[in-house]
Nanobody
Framework: QLQLVESGGGLVQPGGSLRLSCAAH????????IGWFRQAPGKEREGISC???TDQDSVKGRFTISRDNAKNTVYLQMNSLTPEDTAIYYC??????????????WGKGTLVTVSS
């Protein structure tokens, strides 16, 4: 069974950091583009970052996406969090190697709550 399983969400104070993990089961992430998305309450899902199958990591502002092919896992490092970052965070994988071709597999998400 092909699936992505996110973990690492939870409650964090404003200004804090959090690292989310996403483990792949049933397929090898090394050959996939990977992305992180989020959906805040009452809002549409939005993309955070995505890297192609040949990229190891990418930094976009406060967010860093990275992969560990040996562990078949991808990560999202989030820094300087604010309450506006509160959302369900999803990882996704695309089999056509480049982000522009979209995602084929999605995790069920992990909730991140930023609050004091």
């Amino acid at each position: 069974q092909l699936q992505l399983v996110e973990s690492g969400g939870g409650l964090v104070q404003p200004g804090g950091s959090l690292r989310l993990s996403c483990a792949a089961h049933g397929f090898t992430l090394e050959y996939y583009a990977i992305g992180w998305f989020r959906q805040a309450p009452g809002k549409e899902r939005e993309g955070i970052s995505c890297i192609s199958s040949t990229d190891q990591d990418s930094v976009k502002g406060r967010f860093t996406i990275s992969r560990d092919n040996a562990k078949n896992t991808v990560y999202l490092q989030m820094n300087s969090l604010t309450p506006e970052d509160t959302a369900i965070y999803y990882c996704a994988a695309g089999g056509r190697r480049l982000c522009i071709y979209g995602m084929d597999y999605w995790g069920k998400g992990t909730l991140v709550t930023v609050s004091s």
